[in-house]
């Protein structure tokens, strides 16, 4: 009661002395949280601020306005913040104040998920490696060092946003805020002081009065008053832990993230929205995309390891700042359909009745919506078929779960809406309130009358897009043309030990304890010397990432390791000399890792055994245990060549191509125009890339695919995982890396490049990403527009179905139409062909709607189109170029 007096005390400090025109309270029951009184139904999508830049902020903060989007939610990064103990960054894409005013002016809301571990497949969860040498520290359990750093850094984030008066009991946008995260998913490994730790974060955390509710995803054990919250990629059946709690979704995946080395995956969007309108079927009135822009790791920010710079997630809103579709558009019918049945669903739990069974289908494929252990619906897998083996189902029924078509009834006086959902993989006809609905595979249809279905999830009225990439060769500066004749000058990295800051130790020493991050790179050398030469092979196994071997100052092999498996082991034939021999080991880290129980302890680098196997006479020497002189870093990052600006740049002779270790700078004019902008690494190895003195991260182009897994085509029906939807199996992981344009100067431009393993820098190109096409395929089944309900009842006209196309920029038009056939067209976008049957007028039809506007809509009748087929289903496929 003290606790509850202090808090009221507080709200009403902050409401008398802010200064906005508003004071809202936020609060929550069983149904929703609550908003200055009223209940809300809410969609939230997922932006990390320093995953793009400032001058991006507005527009992608925009763009989910338009999406539909009533909150962001975003990660905050105390390594960014912190990147030493006491030293603060809060400057360019740290800014974390002046993303949530961008937020606020915009008039959304945020979630603000202060943690502060992240996970979020960001370098060490997002937690500073300056944490981990504190002594004594144990992180994320009742650790008294751990504990007083945790609160001192949250303090600090609460602090600065009440001093800017961010909260909404203060005026500002912010909502909820979140700490810990996702540690339900790994507590058990720290025993009986998890609990005392997690109820620990919680009393901390509402004793720094924010005035808004906390969260806690995937904590089953959340003490009240924390909500607890789902992640994952379906939450239908997701419980909160107390009935006066509302059902919460924080991570609704749009996608997955890529990690070198692997295919690119792909989540098509009729299963989000299936998985979306499930959840609000079920109860749910709050729902976050993660990711609804996922943006880029710049620098050296990516975790895993291995994970790609491009942090695409197959989001709606993609890496370059450019609206996916149909995805977006989609989804943002989705958002307005659900709208339309807020007044019932803010006002009543719903009412699940079975509409019928098909055995036959629920067990062809694994039902994730029967699951009890949620341990595996989150994002942050460190394997697979770990999760997998973990899945437990229900044996009980007290629902109906069993039956693979349901209806919610949401129903308060004369207001009521309806969900009609069919979980199987083949098409059903049902029965519902005395009216027969066909319900596809896979989809739920939302009536918000309880009578007219307003939208299928598995029909898409969205137009869709076909974006791609054109190439340009890098223009030199006028003027900057060497003696090379290559545009380029290089400066080679020494090869072992060059710094005056090297030492030497007896054993191989783990990595990260010995770099503390400060670098991907630790050299381990070492001299042997021989009596006579010989063939050998150097058997060298590391904790991860990768490493690279020298003999002599020359490069005798490499190993690798990968998303699942870091650790490296390679037996590499090398040839001694007589004499001294000098054996350089060059350890690399891929990021650090940002998941699982005690991943601060999980180490990198080599620590053996390094064993010597000579050929000739078979013996063997182990060189583990010697003197290995270390030295952290390289020789090019303590001289600042990422700037361009320092040191002695060579352009006197024939540039080295093919070479490791080489650092490479060139002057560059921008692209012209305004697309975004991209590097095609193709023809480089493996290294790291700066534009102007910024690092657009890490590249590796040679880092290729497994050839099996991937689909032409993919099936949404059926539960989604990762590997389900694979593209680009056989290709580079990553061959495009973004640069913003607000990086770039339209005529001098810097580009350095730190060549690891050896590539050829004139193979770079530029490349611009642009829409093509504009295209909508819609039969007579798909329901109107979402946007027509109100008008379609108001008028008393019963509208059929209407093929939408709009331009994707402001200030474009519709130029021409590339095709156009209502009848039984069939394909996909840039590939549709006529079908057996097809109106001739269907062409000057749609020329005539739509040549010459931004955008236009065409009912489907055979008023207009006559009839080419009596009798048979038909639809009309277009596909438009704006200009």
């Not at 694994?366 to 009890?372: D, E, K, R």
Request: aromatic share 12%.
């Amino acid at each position: 009661m003290t606790a509850l007096l202090s808090l009221l005390v507080l709200l009403f400090f902050f409401c008398s002395y802010a200064p906005s025109s508003f004071c809202a309270n936020v609060t929550y029951d069983h149904r929703a949280l609550v908003i200055d009184g009223k209940r809300r139904v809410l969609f939230s999508g997922s932006i990390h601020y320093p995953r793009s830049t400032p001058e991006m902020w507005p527009d992608l903060i925009h763009k989910s306005k338009d999406g539909g989007l009533d909150v962001i939610e975003t990660y905050v990064f105390w390594n960014l913040h912190e990147p030493v103990r006491g030293q603060y960054n809060f400057e360019g894409r740290g800014d974390l104040v002046r993303f949530v005013k961008a937020v606020a002016a915009a008039g959304l809301y945020v979630h603000l998920r202060i943690g502060p571990y992240a996970c979020a497949e960001w370098n060490y969860g997002g937690f500073p490696l300056w944490l981990h040498f504190i002594p004594g520290i144990q992180f994320r359990t009742d650790n008294e060092p751990f504990k007083a750093e945790m609160k001192r850094f949250t303090a600090k984030i609460v602090d600065m946003m009440k001093q800017q008066n961010l909260y909404t009991s203060q005026g500002g946008p912010i909502i909820l805020s979140q700490v810990e995260n996702e540690y339900g998913n790994i507590d058990a490994a720290y025993g009986p002081a998890a609990k005392s730790y997690i109820n620990w974060a919680a009393s901390m955390a509402t004793s720094l009065y924010t005035g808004v509710p906390w969260v806690m995803c995937q904590q089953t054990d959340a003490p009240d008053p924390i909500i607890n919250t789902c992640n994952g990629f379906y939450c239908d059946q997701f419980t909160p832990n107390t009935y006066a709690k509302p059902k919460l979704w924080t991570e609704s995946y749009t996608g997955w993230f890529l990690s070198f080395g692997d295919a690119v995956p792909h989540r098509p969007v009729e299963d989000i929205a299936f998985a979306v309108a499930r959840f609000f079927q079920w109860g749910g009135t709050f729902q976050n995309y993660y990711m609804y822009h996922g943006g880029t790791n710049f620098g050296r920010s990516s975790g895993g390891p291995f994970i790609s710079s491009s942090y695409d997630y197959d989001a709606p809103i993609d890496e370059y700042g450019i609206i996916r579709q149909p995805k977006w558009g989609h989804l943002k019918d989705v958002h307005k359909a659900i709208k339309l049945c807020e007044e019932a669903l803010i006002a009543t739990d719903p009412t699940i009745t079975s509409l019928g069974s098909n055995i036959e289908s629920l067990f062809s494929v694994p039902n994730l919506f029967h699951l009890v252990n949620h341990t595996c619906n989150h994002k942050c897998w460190v394997k697979e078929h770990e999760c997998q083996n973990s899945l437990t189902f229900r044996t009980d029924d007290p629902k109906g779960l069993s039956s693979s078509i349901t209806a919610a009834v949401y129903k308060t006086g004369a207001v009521c809406a309806a969900f009609l959902a069919n979980i199987a993989t083949s098409d059903a006809t049902v029965t519902f309130n005395g009216k027969s609905y066909h319900l596809p595979a896979w989809s739920v249809s939302i009536l918000p009358d309880c009578k007219n279905v307003v939208l299928n999830t598995a029909k898409i009225n969205s137009a869709s897009m076909i974006s791609s990439f054109t190439a340009e060769s890098l223009k030199e500066e006028v003027g900057s043309l060497d003696d090379s004749g290559s545009g380029w000058s290089w400066i080679s990295e020494p090869i072992g030990i060059s710094k005056a800051d090297s030492f030497s130790k007896f054993g191989l020493l783990e990595q990260i304890n010995t770099t503390a991050d400060r670098s991907d790179y630790l050299w381990y050398s070492l001299s042997i010397d021989l009596d006579a030469g010989t063939q050998a092979v150097l058997h060298i196994e590391s904790l991860g990432h990768a490493l690279h071997t020298f003999i002599n100052r020359k490069l005798a092999g490499s190993g690798t390791g990968n998303h699942d498996k870091a650790n490296v082991t390679v037996d590499i034939p090398i040839k001694l000399v007589a004499g001294k021999n000098t054996i350089d080991l060059l350890s690399l880290t891929v990021g650090l890792q940002n998941y699982g129980a005690f991943f601060d302890t999980w180490g990198a680098g080599i620590t053996g055994p390094v064993i010597l196997k000579s050929l000739k006479n078979g013996s063997i020497l182990d060189l583990s245990s010697q003197q290995w002189t270390y030295q952290v870093g390289l020789k090019g990052e303590d001289l600042g060549l990422s700037s361009g600006s320092s040191g002695q740049w060579n352009s006197q002779s024939t540039l080295p191509i093919n070479q490791p270790l080489t650092w490479y700078k060139t002057k560059f004019v921008a692209p012209s125009g305004s697309n975004p902008v991209a590097i095609d690494f193709t023809g480089m190895g493996k290294g790291e890339a700066w534009v102007n003195g910024q690092s657009i991260g890490r590249y590796w182009p040679t880092y290729v695919s497994p050839n099996g897994g991937c689909t032409d085509s993919c099936n949404y029906r059926g539960t989604y995982l990762p590997s389900k939807c694979l593209k680009d199996c056989g290709k580079p992981s990553q061959t495009l890396y973004h640069v913003p344009r607000s990086w770039l100067q339209p005529d001098s431009n810097t580009l350095v490049l730190f060549e690891e393993s050896g590539g050829n820098p004139t193979k770079i190109s530029f490349a611009t990403k642009q829409i093509g096409s504009i295209c909508s395929h819609v039969s007579e089944s798909h329901p109107p527009p979402v946007d027509l309900w109100n008008s379609d009842r108001e008028s008393g006209r019963k509208i059929g179905t209407v093929l939408s196309l709009e331009c994707p920029y402001p200030n474009q038009v519709i130029s021409s139409i590339k095709f156009a056939s209502f009848g039984t067209p069939y394909g996909t976008c840039g590939n549709f062909k006529h079908g057996r049957c097809t109106s001739n007028k269907a062409l000057s039809i749609v020329q005539k709607a739509c040549i010459g506007s931004s955008n236009c809509r065409i009912e489907l009748s055979i008023n207009s189109f006559g009839d080419p087929c009596k009798g048979v289903a038909k639809s009309l496929a277009v596909e438009a170029s704006c200009a």
